[in-house]
């Protein structure tokens, strides 16, 4: 039986009091908070960096997940973990030696993972998957919230878990899949059908009044699958 976690995404929270907005999503259900970096080069968007991570880590009683849509990897990613990052997942476009991003992330203490967007081959797992935590699937092409699911995002979240189930039986372990973007109460439960674990949303959380009523929606509709 597969665990379920919600990582809402602190890109659609309200900045002017991120440490509320984390605790009050925690204490709504939530099970990891997802933190989305981008660089305005590799994606065409401007975020937030380490000093931020740092400043919700006294906030943040789950684990923070780091999502760099960055280029180069190596310097940021090192600077997450000091920040206190628990995990963080890069794309492999990104990197010059995935191989080497993927040491030095464990090295520094922090799960490690590598993100697809939609047209991005997962051929990058072949080599690596030794050390790899978690896979990430993108649904949107990266770059800015609150946009529509890409239906065909499945065909690939289901070859992912074919790959993670086969090196699994094979070797152990564990691997996350998670999934990010348009993920919302009424496509939770096809996404974990075609085997993700691990759900990311943002504009679907942050963007309503109660947080918990829309968490508890999506946790009724993944109840379902068990």
């Not at 010059?96 to 992330?105: M, N, S």
């Not at 039986?169 to 009424?186: M, P, Q, R, S």
Request: proline share 4%; glycine share 8%.
């Amino acid at each position: 039986m597969r665990t379920f976690r919600i990582a809402p995404s602190i890109l659609s929270a309200d900045f002017s009091c991120l440490g509320q907005e984390v605790r009050d999503v925690i204490a709504a259900g939530a099970d990891i908070i997802h933190f989305d970096v981008m660089d305005n080069h590799y994606v065409p968007n401007l975020t937030i960096g380490p000093m931020v991570c740092e400043a919700i880590r006294p906030h943040s009683a789950a684990p923070i997940d780091v999502h760099l849509m960055v280029k180069p990897v190596d310097s940021l990613a090192a600077a997450f973990a000091k920040a206190g990052a628990d995990i963080i997942t890069f794309h492999p476009e990104a990197s010059e030696h995935v191989d080497r991003t993927l040491g030095l992330i464990k090295d520094a203490g922090c799960k490690a993972g590598l993100v697809f967007n939609p047209a991005t081959s997962l051929s990058y797992l072949d080599h690596v998957m030794d050390k790899i935590d978690m896979v990430l699937i993108m649904s949107v092409n990266p770059g800015f919230g609150g946009q529509k699911f890409i239906p065909h995002a499945l065909d690939k979240v289901r070859e992912a878990r074919r790959r993670i189930d086969e090196y699994t039986a094979k070797h152990g372990g564990e691997v996350w899949l998670e999934v990010d973007g348009g993920i919302k109460a009424d496509n939770i439960r096809a996404v974990a059908e075609a085997g993700a674990d691990t759900f990311v949303a943002g504009s679907a959380i942050y963007g309503q009044d109660n947080y918990k009523t829309v968490i508890d929606a999506m946790r009724a509709e993944l109840a379902q699958l068990r």
